[in-house]
């Protein structure tokens, strides 16, 4: 199974910055290539929203519309990361923001960080 592990969130003030992480893990055959790297979030009530996704081959990425302009995603394929830089925080951005790893036949999910957009 894969593992990814979230960190980065925190508590930042409007028109802030952030950058979460997410660390991916394997076991034998993991290639992190492969894996189609995204950005979820969740608000307090709301449905699930897609903020992001990066592709495997050729890491064209994809944003929501909410965040497009002030948010890029990336990926680092020798240390088997995903970032997500957030920019010009609005308070409509705060919820728990989940990593996930996708190939055709399964996909993974991180435990989620907490963004707290607030003055």
């Known amino acids: 199974q894969v593992q990814l592990v979230e960190s980065g969130g925190g508590l930042v003030q409007p028109g802030g910055s952030l950058r979460l992480s997410c660390a991916a893990s394997g076991g034998p055959g993991f290639t992190f290539s492969s894996y189609v790297m995204a950005w979820y979030r969740r608000a307090p009530g709301q449905a699930r929203e897609m903020v992001a996704t990066i592709n495997a081959a050729d890491s064209v990425t994809n944003y929501g519309a909410s965040v497009k302009g002030r948010f890029t995603i990336s990926r680092d394929n020798v240390k088997n990361m995903a970032f997500l830089q957030m920019n010009s925080l609005k308070p409509e951005d705060t919820a728990v923001y989940y990593c996930?790893?996708?190939?055709?036949?399964?996909?993974?999910w991180g435990q989620g960080a907490q963004v707290t957009v607030s003055s």
């Open positions: 996930k790893a996708a190939v055709a036949w399964d996909e993974y």
